[in-house]
T-cell receptor, first 114, second 118 residues
Framework: DQQVKQNSPSLSVQEGRISILNCDYTNSMFDYFLWYKKYPAEGPTFLIS?????DKNEDGRFTVFLNKSAKHLSLHIVPSQPGDSAVYFC?????????????FGAGTRLAVHP | DAGVIQSPRHEVTEMGQEVTLRCKPI?????LFWYRQTMMRGLELLIYFNNNVPIDDSGMPEDRFSAKMPNASFSTLKIQPSEPRDSAVYFC????????????????FGPGTRLTVT
């Protein structure tokens, strides 16, 4: 039972265009959402997050949108750059057993080509 | 500042052998997580330690898997006996869980150990 789903395993975008990565979740108790970025042979690194009380958070070229009624969040990268090529993991956090547990999606591989 | 350190980076072993993965969390962090990454299931949490005590091991697949944290700077994940379906990348992550239990504190990941069981 996957509580966090990234239905697109891969995405290809031209440099300079917008990249939109999507994520759906099933548990309405999630209170915090995050995106992690992962390059080959490295561990995931934190990119951007959003609290469930907000619907948008922006950090430079990266914006995360949250639609709680649809249980959907998305990551927008504008403009996309070749260095953005990586695997992006969506994650949701819920307080459980005394700590915040992260539930990850399967990831979306983004390729930004010139 | 050194990040989370994992060893070995790659491990190839035969089915039935014992495998031990090692992790050194960031100094000062009091929480440690072991994750497994597979193509089908993405990143799955296996076990979580806080102040060296296992808090949640509900993600450990079966009794063949065990994890220990003898002190604040070292943890091991052991698989005995290993099977081909254990082949995956195993990540260790750490953070400093603060005074507010329900607040999210960013997790920092190590580079991972790629395990191949033949």
């Amino acid at each position: 039972d996957q509580q966090v789903k990234q239905n697109s395993p891969s995405l290809s975008v031209q440099e300079g265009r917008i990249s939109i990565l999507n994520c759906d979740y099933t548990n309405s108790m999630f209170d915090y959402f995050l995106w992690y970025k992962k390059y080959p042979a490295e561990g995931p690194t934190f990119l951007i997050s959003i609290s469930s009380i907000k619907d948008k958070n922006e950090d430079g070229r990266f914006t995360v949108f949250l639609n709680k009624s649809a249980k959907h969040l998305s990551l927008h990268i504008v403009p996309s750059q070749p260095g953005d090529s990586a695997v992006y993991f969506c994650a949701a956090s819920k307080f459980s057993g005394g700590y915040n547990k992260l539930i990850f999606g399967a990831g979306t591989r983004l390729a930004v080509h010139p | 500042d050194a990040g989370v350190i994992q060893s070995p980076r790659h491990e190839v072993t035969e089915m039935g052998q014992e495998v031990t993965l090692r992790c050194k969390p960031i100094s000062g962090h009091n929480s440690l997580f072991w994750y497994r990454q597979t193509m089908m299931r993405g990143l799955e949490l296996l076990i979580y330690f806080n102040n060296n005590v296992p808090i949640d091991d509900s993600g450990m697949p079966e009794d063949r898997f065990s994890a220990k944290m003898p002190n604040a700077s070292f943890s091991t994940l052991k698989i005995q006996p290993s099977e081909p379906r254990d082949s995956a990348v195993y990540f260790c992550a750490s953070n400093r869980q603060g005074l507010v239990p329900s607040k999210y504190y960013e997790q920092y990941f190590g580079p991972g150990t790629r395990l191949t069981v033949t």
